[in-house]
C-alpha cells in the first residue's frame, strides 16, 4: 500500500465497503460521542468521515489530535448507520473504522479557524493565507479561478489564436498609470519597468504577422487603492487580432466571455445578444460607462419641464445653457417613507438632498387619504369608502395628482408632463439631481442604482452585458489645463488623419469599447491607430512631440514604418470575472496571495527594505520623506 494514501478523502463509495483502505489529510473537525471519536478528515479533493471508538488500537493516538494536524489514517470501510447518512457529501454513504493512525504534522494553535465561514479581520486573513485558503469557500474560488483559466485558454484555441509570453521586464509608458521601475545592475541609473499591459508587444505581434494572439498576462500598477481593482498586480485575458474591424472582435470576443458565464454561471440567464451602447447615451441613461442592466430604470433629461418654472431652484440653475436636470423613476416607490430615505442617503452622499415627486390616485384622494398613495392603501381607502365612492372612484380612474414640493412649485401640467415622459402610474416616484451633468452624472447613476436595489428591481440570477462604444478620444485635464487622453491612445480615431487634423479633438470619437456587465467594466480594448502619421498626430494634440513617441515608442513607431496590418484587441480582467462568476464580495476573495488595501503582503512581508549591498548593486541611494514626529 503507498506510504500516505490509497484513496484520497473525496473518493470512497458504497462500493468501497469492506476495503481496507489509508487516507492522509487535515483533522477539520473533531468530536466526541460519547466516547466515540469523529474525524472528518480532508483533503483537496473532500471529505471522510473516520469513527474511533475506545476498542480500536488507534484510540490513544486519536485523542491527542487537535484541528488541523495532517495525519495517515489507516481503517476499514463501513456503511453508516441507517439515519446518519450525509447526503451533501459524496462520501455520505461510509465512514472508515481507523485501526490505526500516524501523526505527519502537528498544527500549533490556529490564530483563526478553517471550519466554518466565521468572518474574520481581513489582515489575520491575508497574513495567514495558507489557512485562509484551506477555508472551503476560498478554497472552491481558487479551483473555478484554475477551471475559468482553462476554459479561456479552451476557447481561444478553437477561435484561432496562440498564446503568446511578452517580456515583464520593459520599458516605461505613459498608459494612466504609474509604473513599477526596476533598477538596472549592469546599467546604472538607468530602470526597467514592469508592464502596466503588454499592449506594445501585442501590437508588435501583429507587425510580426501572428494574425491571433492571447495570453493570460500578468499587469502591474502602481496605483493607490481602489475597491475594484488587487493592488500591484492583477491578471487580463489580453487579445490582439490583424485586418479586423470592430465588429469582427466584438463577434469574435463575445461568444468567448457569453460561453465562460454560461458555463459557469450556476444557471444565471446570460444576455444573448448583447446591445451596442455609445458611451454619451450610457452616462445619460444610466450614470456611468459601466452600467448595471439588471436594474430597468432609465434616467431621462427632464430639463424643459423645468426652465422658466416655479421651482427656482432648477429653474435658476438651467440659467447656464450647460446645466441640465435628470430624472431617475421609482416604480412603487411613492411613499413619503422611502423618498425620505432616499433624500437621507444623499445628503450621506455628500449632496444638500434629492429632490422628487409623487404621484397618487385623485380620486382616491379627494374621497379620503390613502395614506402613501400605494397600491395597498389605495385599496383599504376603497374598502372604507362605500359602494357610492367605489363608483367614484373606477369612473374618475386615471386622473393623477402629484405630491410633493417640487410639485406644488411647478404646477399641475408640467408635473403631468414629466409622469408621462417618464412612464410612471399612481403609487410610483420621480427623483431629479441638477447641475452640470460632467459633475453629477455619478452621483445620479449612484441614486438609480440605490433606487434599484431598495425597491427590489435588480436581477440578482443574471448576468446582463453590453458593448460600450463611441468613447471621447480626448478629455480636457482641468489639472494640467490641457487636453490629455480619455481612454488608451493607441486607439484609432473615428475619421482618421483627417478627423486629427479638422475637427475639435474634444469632440473626437475612437474606436474604443468596453464590455460592461452588471455594473463593472470587464474588459476594454480599441481598433489601434496603425498609421505613423497619425500615432504622430494623436500624441501631439495629448502634448507628445514627435522626439518623445520615438523614445517612448520606438519600437512600435519603428515597426509601423515596415507595413503594418490593420489591428485591434481588447484585455478583459480575469480576477473581475471571476469575482462576479463566484458572487465573491471583493477580487481578494478570488486571488491567491493578494496584498491588503494599502499594498502590503502580510504573508511575504513585501514590500521590504534592500540591504545596503542590494542598494550598492543597484547604485541606488535612499531619500525616503521624514517621518513626522
Known sequence: MHRYRSHTCGALREGDIGSQVRLSGWCHRIRD?????????????????????????????????????????????????????????????VEVFATGIEVLGASAELPMPVFGDLEYPEDTRLKYRF??????????????????????????????????????????????????????????????????????????????????????????????????RLPGEFYQLDVEMSFVEQEDIFATMEPVISGIFEEFGNGKSVTKTWPRIPYAEAIAKYGSDKPDLRNPLVMQDVSEHFRGSGFKVFSRILEDEKNRVWAIPGPKGGSRAFCDRMNSWAQGEGQPGLGYIMWRNKTVSTMEDPGNGTPADIEAAKARAGAKMIAAFEDGAGSYEAVGPIANNIGTERAEAIRIAMGLQP??????????????????????????????????????????????????NEDEKKVDFSHNPFSMPQGGMKALTEEDPLSLKAFQYDIACNGFELASGGIRNHR??????????????????????????????????????????????????????????????????????????????????????????????????
Request: net charge negative; aromatic share 10%.
Open 427 to 476: 403609487g410610483d416616484a420621480c427623483f431629479f439631481a441638477a447641475g452640470n451633468p460632467d459633475k453629477f452624472y455619478k452621483f445620479a447613476g449612484a441614486a438609480r442604482n440605490k433606487v434599484g436595489q431598495e425597491l427590489g428591481l435588480i436581477d440578482e440570477n443574471a448576468f446582463a452585458f453590453a458593448w460600450i462604444v463611441d468613447f471621447p478620444m480626448y478629455e480636457y
Open 532 to 629: 505613423p502619421e497619425a500615432m504622430v498626430k494623436a500624441f501631439e494634440i495629448a502634448g507628445y512631440g514627435e522626439e518623445t513617441v520615438i523614445e517612448r515608442f520606438g519600437g512600435m513607431y519603428r515597426a509601423f514604418q515596415y507595413g503594418a496590418p490593420p489591428h485591434g484587441g481588447m484585455a478583459a480582467g480575469v480576477d473581475r470575472i471571476i469575482m462576479l462568476l463566484a458572487g465573491a464580495s471583493n477580487l481578494r476573495e478570488v486571488a491567491l496571495f493578494p496584498m491588503n488595501q494599502q499594498a502590503v503582503d502580510l504573508l511575504m512581508g513585501a514590500p521590504a527594505e534592500a540591504s545596503p549591498k542590494q542598494l550598492r548593486e543597484a547604485h541606488l541611494r535612499i531619500n525616503a520623506p521624514e517621518k513626522n514626529g
Open 131 to 228: 489557512l485562509d485558503l484551506r477555508r472551503e469557500k476560498l478554497h472552491n474560488n481558487i479551483m473555478l479561478r484554475t477551471k475559468v483559466i482553462d476554459s479561456m485558454r479552451t476557447r481561444m484555441k478553437a477561435s484561432g489564436f496562440s498564446e503568446f509570453q511578452t517580456p515583464i521586464l520593459t520599458a516605461s509608458s505613459p498608459e494612466g498609470a504609474r509604473d513599477f521601475l526596476v533598477p538596472s545592475r549592469l546599467h546604472p541609473g538607468k530602470f526597467y519597468a514592469l508592464p502596466q499591459a503588454p499592449q506594445q508587444y501585442k501590437q508588435l505581434l501583429m507587425m510580426a504577422g501572428f494574425d491571433r494572439y492571447f495570453q493570460i498576462a500578468p499587469c502591474f500598477r502602481d496605483e493607490d487603492p481602489r475597491a475594484d
Open 33 to 93: 460521542h460519547g466516547g466515540v471519536l469523529f474525524i472528518d478528515l480532508r483533503d483537496h479533493y473532500g471529505m471522510t468521515q473516520v469513527v474511533i471508538d475506545p476498542d480500536s488500537p488507534a484510540f490513544t493516538e486519536a485523542e491527542a489530535l487537535r484541528s488541523e494536524w495532517v495525519v495517515r489514517i489507516d481503517g476499514k470501510v463501513k456503511a453508516r448507520l441507517a439515519g446518519t447518512e450525509n447526503a451533501n457529501l459524496p462520501t455520505g454513504a
